[in-house]
């Protein structure tokens, strides 16, 4: 896509569409709200050369007319939230390699609204599914790569996705240099086919991270860059657990996007190509997630089931670093969420406190999350108290870890409870303008 093409422009060139023609349509679909529109071919011209920015209004009736939720436009803001789409890279050596050298070049613009559509993304999901692993080793020239470097990088890499879940602000410099360089040197193309497999898993290892701190950072068309990286990385290195992981990632992605539909079908996807356990337990978990947030009893209920049932059968000396962290803790939090969307408060307060009681304390991110999930659940039961407690400790754990997206949750519940006159209320909402003041 050209980069100086305003994203607007590209998607009336992908629909054939003039500034008339696009202004023609988002008038007929002001008219099936029952509203009235002015929106004119100056109007369009006026967005798209960035001199105004639609109204709330123009940005929903644009939503609307490209089957974009509603959702995506708080989240992104204009224009950030438009599917300017790019085609994503076939599963070859070339094709993994420019997916790769995307995230880089990437940095270096402004770029930041979603490049995978809702059928694209399945696509990239349902094309991993079929590649054949044994077509890998064709892929590398066999010449020769620094075996010295290569070994202090994995080292590396395993060290800095452990710093990573912590509140370390040096962290994420540190993971984007170690991905270019594991990066540079794929796209020197001077390795054996064994050495080519370990650096690909770098790339892919830190490639993941990447996406994940960029996503916790509201950043979510670089975090989904990374994320298909990571994928195209993870299968050129044979690591199918590794791409089934990162797949799910974007379908998790989809679903706090309000696309949970496409969340489903890149899990089916992914699952199919999983190794073990863990893997296939955190990919349940997050079609249940799904599931949910469509009112789907039986199918929430089917993938905790699911999701239970593999955890148990894990072995730790089997059980590959992207998915060691995988407990019964996220297992039980999540499974409070999904009883929480479908309505069940008493389950979802339960099943949250297990979670809560069993996590890891290091993980700060997920702590900050499943304490605004238990103050959700308090919201439910009436108890003000109970829910200004959670809502401000889910605050303070988030403001400390430093994760954008994990203080916008908690911050966003707070904003809900603004009519609320009761005391705990109160203080909490005078509570929360202290500290994000400060």
Partial sequence: MDL?????????????????????????????????????????????????????????????????????????????????????????????WAALREVQITRMDRR???????????????????????HLSQALDGQHIDEELLTWLEQRSGELRALAAGPH??????????????????????????????????????????????????????????????????????????????????????????????????????RSRTRTPAARSLLDVRRARACAVLQDHTGTGRALASAETELNRIRPQDTPPVVSWMSMADVNADAGRCWLDLGDPDRAGTAIDSGLSELDPRRSRTKAVFLTYRAEGSLQHRDASAAAADARAALDTALDSGATRCIDLASALIRRLDDRTERPMIELREYARERLAG
């Fill in 4 to 96: 100086d093409c305003h994203p607007l422009a590209h998607l009336r060139r992908i629909h054939h569409w003039s500034m008339n023609d696009l202004a023609r349509l988002l008038r007929d679909q002001a008219r099936r709200r029952g509203l009235r529109s002015g929106i004119d071919r100056n109007r369009i011209w006026l967005w798209e050369s960035g001199a105004t920015t639609p109204s709330e209004e123009s940005q929903l009736l644009l939503a609307d007319l490209l089957d974009v939720p509603a959702a995506a436009i708080e989240h992104l803001r204009w224009p950030d939230w438009l599917p300017a789409f790019e085609q994503p890279a076939p599963f070859s050596p070339s094709g993994s």
């Fill in 169 to 270: 602000r040096q962290v994420p410099g540190l993971i984007d240099a170690h991905l270019d360089t594991a990066i540079n040197m794929i796209t020197q193309d001077r390795y054996t086919p064994a050495a080519g497999r370990r650096l690909h898993a770098v790339a892919a290892d830190l490639a993941h991270c990447a996406a994940w701190l960029r996503f916790d950072a509201d950043r979510h068309a670089d975090a989904q860059r990374h994320w298909q990286a990571a994928v195209h990385a993870a299968h050129q290195a044979g690591d199918r657990d590794l791409a089934a992981v990162a797949l799910s990632d974007l379908a998790y992605q989809a679903t706090w996007l309000s696309r949970p539909a496409d969340a489903i079908k890149v899990l089916e996807h992914a």
């Fill in 112 to 134: 930041s609204f979603l490049v995978l559509s809702s059928s694209t993304l399945i696509d990239v999901a349902a094309d991993w599914a079929r590649i054949e692993p044994r």
